[in-house]
Antibody
Framework: EMQIVESGGGLVKPGGSLRLSCLTS????????INWVRQAPGKGLEWVSS?????????RYAESVKGRFTISRDNAKNYVSLQMNSLGVDDTGVYYC??????????WGQGTLVIVSS | EIVLTQSPGTLSLSPGERATLSCRAS???????LAWYQQTPGRAPRLLIY???SRASGIPDRFSGSGSGTDFTLTISRLEPEDFAIYYC?????????FGQGTKVEIK
């Protein structure tokens, strides 16, 4: 059974940092890109960042987080992290980890809540 | 980036009725990399449809997807009480992945 579990969310002050974790199981991790998607309270879905499959580790970021967020993956541990620095109130929301698509579809975790507030 | 525009913003229907949701892309999706999600309050998005028309595992056959190019449709043939929710379309043909703004299906 596929599982994706996010953790690391919490309350942080503006300008602070958080590191989100995404732990996966039930699929061949190295074969898939892993993505972060966020949702501000009462708003829609926004793609944040992606790391490519395999060992190429091609990294992509939304313009809104470029230079502040860093994504990385560990294929040996089936794990992806998102280091978030210089957080602002606009970064508040639920952060979802999502596996890339294949012929059977995609898969998302249940999310972790990040609140940026003084 | 590819902009996805969903319509209508809100759809007011009764259980048992048919729902037709639209998603229009700002440029043609040359491959069928279009997905639909359902979201209820406090829950993660649930993948319904991927590849324009393939149902995800466990999704009832009252949900169907269609379309090509720039125009895509999610149809719910007969609304069940648990179907009243917000629906999002998403393109994954290129980065950045983009999502429509959502259509809320509410009970009339």
């Amino acid at each position: 059974e596929m599982q994706i579990v996010e953790s690391g969310g919490g309350l942080v002050k503006p300008g602070g940092s958080l590191r989100l974790s995404c732990l996966t199981s039930g699929f061949r991790f190295s074969d898939y890109s892993i993505n972060w998607v966020r949702q501000a309270p009462g708003k829609g879905l926004e793609w944040v960042s992606s790391v490519s499959s395999g060992t190429t580790n091609y990294l992509r970021y939304a313009e809104s987080v470029k230079g502040r967020f860093t994504i990385s993956r560990d294929n040996a541990k089936n794990y992806v992290s998102l280091q978030m620095n210089s957080l602002g109130v606009d970064d508040t929301g639920v952060y979802y980890c999502a596996r890339g698509f294949d012929a059977s579809g995609g898969f998302w975790g249940q999310g972790t809540l990040v609140i940026v507030s003084s | 980036e590819i902009v996805l525009t969903q319509s209508p913003g809100t759809l007011s229907l009764s259980p048992g009725e048919r729902a037709t949701l639209s998603c229009r892309a700002s440029e043609s999706l040359t491959r069928n990399y279009l997905a639909w999600y359902q979201q209820t309050p406090g829950r993660a998005p649930r993948l319904l449809i991927y590849g324009v028309s393939s149902r995800a595992s466990g999704i009832p056959d009252r949900f169907s997807g269609s379309g090509s190019g720039t125009d895509f449709t999610l149809t719910i043939s007969r609304l069940e009480p648990e179907d009243f929710a917000i629906y999002y379309c998403q393109q994954y043909i290129m980065f950045p992945w983009t999502f429509g703004q959502g259509t809320k299906v509410e009970i009339k």
